[in-house]
């Protein structure tokens, strides 16, 4: 689907060395707030709210650049422009295929937890 | 204002838990102080009471977004300048180009790069440092200028009031000067004289602002000071060129014209030091340009510096027009001067029913046009007028509530070659009006006191007739032989007596004045039954001086063949207004 790597370690390794102590407490608060992400992706498919979904699949894509996880990243840009064009068949794949690459980011980001 | 080693206060707001953990986590990192907001309104709220140095603002967030929010932070900041970051994981170049639109300084795009960050902010620190410097150092120049203003204010209030314009006011004078700036080294005085007539000074100092204003001090003390003591344009001239040679820095100088007006002689005597030509408009048609034939005031010493003032016969009805450079200076839109052709062809072509100052006045403002912004001008006209039409500046002086001396006596007398250098008028003056009441009648003293003195000195000591001047040729001979024999006085001299009591009704001043001559007719000299106002040009001139004290004085007496002469003066207390001449 698109080549970018699962996890940057070397952008991990770099936020692990900042944010030292906090370092769990970031990757526990990026897992809780995906997961509720996700099921709010859901949510505006099923209200068809195409504005509160572009606008979740932006923060979501921040938030996973930021902690290093690219193509989850791409993921979220693809369905915030879905949600922009008011394209909620494609929405729903991609959300799917977020969930799914979400499970792979959260299962290799535990292995840096302490 | 400035914390130590770039430590800054930092706002940042983000919706994204992680991202702002992230951020918050990495500017304590840097040494930073953090406050964090999760949406634009929370942001707002600390920023009301937390002063942050650079704000960081998530673009999309709830309740309010960055946008709003970075519009409201630079509000409230007034002239700080706060600097404003966008955080985003915005991509494409026209989004990010909308985020400086809509007032945002830069952004920084996720995911976050410790080096860059760090670059960032030491940039913004910097520029922010350099705005609060310019800001400070804004506040601290205008502080200055309206300090300077004040000052000049106050300066200008003392100013005004030593440099007053004197006698300004009186009908007979015309001016302008200009209201562009406080200090714009232009002078222009007119006092009256005790004896009648006036003083006019007109002048133009080299620079501008408070250097040409403090060399103006003095002259305008010297000038009220010496003319209401009576002393001659010329004595007040070498007065205060003495004085200017001494005060002024080398290059600096007053060009200027004295003018002594004289309206019971119907005369004018002028000197004109630099500046340009004046002009007399004779009542008849015709003009009379007076010339500068000096140097300015303040560039020659005592030794060099001649004060001899032009004469000019005049007539009631004519007029004197005197300007400073400005006038010939003054430019227009294509930066040409005024000059002295388009001057001499505005008058040229006056309109007779005008006066000529208001014709040059009209003739500069419509070749400069638009540009009256660089009114730089002085002018006056003195019109001669019928002297009883003249009225005593003196007269209109309130009475002093001081009790000066009223019973008192003196005998001062100028003696040999004295005689020839010294005129002691100016100092018995003085002496008389250390008495209060006898201020207002300055002008009746000084008639007194001066034609006492020219009689003893012309007609007793250098023992001249005055029939000398019943002709034209005979005038100028008298006065002729009278300075040649001033040069040769051996042995003479002159005594004043003054004795002054108090009466009932005011006080009575008695002038004896003695000379070692051998006496003159002074029978001859008054016509009986010539009545003083019908006094004209064709009398004797010197036969009207004695009609004068007679006038004036209580009573006139002449002993031993004339070379001593007693006179009585009665004054009375002002509850009315009594003019010359009142019974």
């Known amino acids: ?69 690219p193509q989850l990243g791409a993921l979220c840009l693809k369905a915030e422009e879905a949600g922009k064009d008011n394209r909620f068949d494609e929405a729903a794949e991609v959300v799917d295929a977020i969930e799914s690459e979400f499970q792979h980011v959260a299962q290799t980001l535990k292995r840096f937890l302490a | 204002m400035t914390r130590e080693n770039d430590a800054l206060r930092i706002l940042i707001a983000d919706d994204n838990d992680s991202d702002r953990l992230i951020l918050k986590t990495l500017m304590k990192h840097l040494g930073h102080q953090v406050r964090a907001a999760a949406n634009g309104s929370e942001a707002v709220a600390i920023f009301a009471d937390y002063q942050a140095d650079i704000v960081l603002l998530d673009v999309l967030m709830p309740v309010m977004d960055g946008i709003t929010a970075a519009r409201k932070i630079k509000d409230m900041a007034g002239e700080e300048w706060v600097p404003v970051i966008f955080l985003t994981s915005l991509t494409d170049a026209s989004a990010l180009a909308r985020c400086l639109d809509a007032g945002g300084d830069d952004f920084l795009t996720k995911p976050y790069n410790k080096v860059i960050i760090q670059a960032k902010l030491g940039a913004f620190n910097r520029m922010r440092q350099m705005h609060q410097t310019l800001s400070q150092q804004r506040d601290l120049i205008s502080e200055r200028n309206r300090q300077l203003l004040e000052e000049q204010q106050l300066a200008k209030r003392v100013f005004d009031n030593i440099a007053h314009t004197g006698c300004l006011d009186a009908d007979n004078i015309r001016y302008h000067v200009s209201p562009m700036s406080i200090f714009n080294g232009d002078i222009l005085f007119a006092c009256p004289r005790p004896a009648g007539g006036m003083h006019v000074l007109i002048g133009d100092f080299t620079g501008h602002g408070l250097p040409a204003a403090i060399g103006a001090l003095p002259i305008a003390e010297i000038f009220y000071g010496m003319t209401s003591m009576g002393f001659s344009g010329s004595d007040v001239l070498r007065e205060i060129n003495d004085k200017l040679v001494r005060i002024l820095p080398i290059g600096m100088f007053c060009c200027a014209a004295m003018i002594q007006a004289d309206f019971q002689l119907n005369q004018l005597r002028i000197w004109n030091g630099g500046l340009p030509d004046g002009v007399l408009f004779r009542k008849g048609g015709g003009r009379d340009l007076v010339i500068s034939r000096h140097l300015p005031l303040g560039v020659l010493n005592a030794s060099r510096f001649d004060a001899a003032m032009e004469v000019f016969h005049t007539s009631a009805g004519d007029s004197l027009l005197m300007m400073t450079d400005g006038v010939l200076e003054v430019e227009n839109e294509e930066a040409e001067h005024y000059g002295e052709a388009r001057l001499k062809h505005a008058l040229d072509t006056a309109p007779d029913a005008e006066t000529p100052i208001d014709t040059l006045l009209g003739a500069i403002r419509s070749f400069t046009g638009e540009q009256s912004g660089q009114d730089d001008l002085t002018l006056v006209s003195l019109d001669m007028v019928v002297a009883s039409q003249f009225h005593e500046a003196a007269e209109r002086l309130p009475q002093s509530a001081l009790k000066g001396p009223a019973q008192w006596y003196c005998v001062y007398e100028v003696r040999d070659d004295t005689l020839a250098q010294f005129n002691p008028l100016p100092l018995l003056l003085h002496i008389c009006m250390e008495v209060p009441g ?22 007793g000591v250098l023992d001249l007739s005055s029939d000398l001047k019943t002709s034209p040729d005979g005038f100028s001979y008298y006065y002729t032989e009278r300075d040649r024999r001033l040069e040769n006085v051996t042995g003479h001299f002159i005594r004043f007596t003054l004795t002054h009591s108090t009466t009932r009704a005011g006080g009575q001043l008695a002038i004896t004045c003695e000379d070692s001559g051998r006496g003159f007719d002074h029978n001859c000299q008054v016509t009986p039954g010539t009545r003083v106002d019908s006094y004209s040009p064709e009398t004797k001139y010197s036969g009207r001086g004695l009609l004068l004290m007679q006038k004036l004085g209580h009573s006139l007496r002449y002993l031993e063949y004339g070379s001593r002469a007693e006179i009585v003066y009665d004054w009375e207390l002002a509850i009315k207004q009594p003019g010359i001449g009142h019974e």
């Open chain 1, 1 to 69: 689907m698109n080549d970018k790597p699962h996890l940057d370690e070397e952008a991990l390794t770099e936020l692990q060395d900042v944010m030292e102590d906090e370092f769990d407490t970031l990757i526990e608060i990026y897992l809780k707030d995906s997961s509720e992400r996700i099921s709010y992706l859901r949510d505006a498919i099923g209200t068809s709210d195409a504005d509160a979904f572009a606008n979740a699949a932006h923060s979501f894509k921040g938030s996973s650049i930021n902690i290093g996880a």
């Open chain 2, 438 to 459: 006898l201020r207002r009648k300055s002008a009746d003293i000084y008639t007194l006191l001066s034609e006492l003195y020219t009689n003893a000195l012309e007609h």
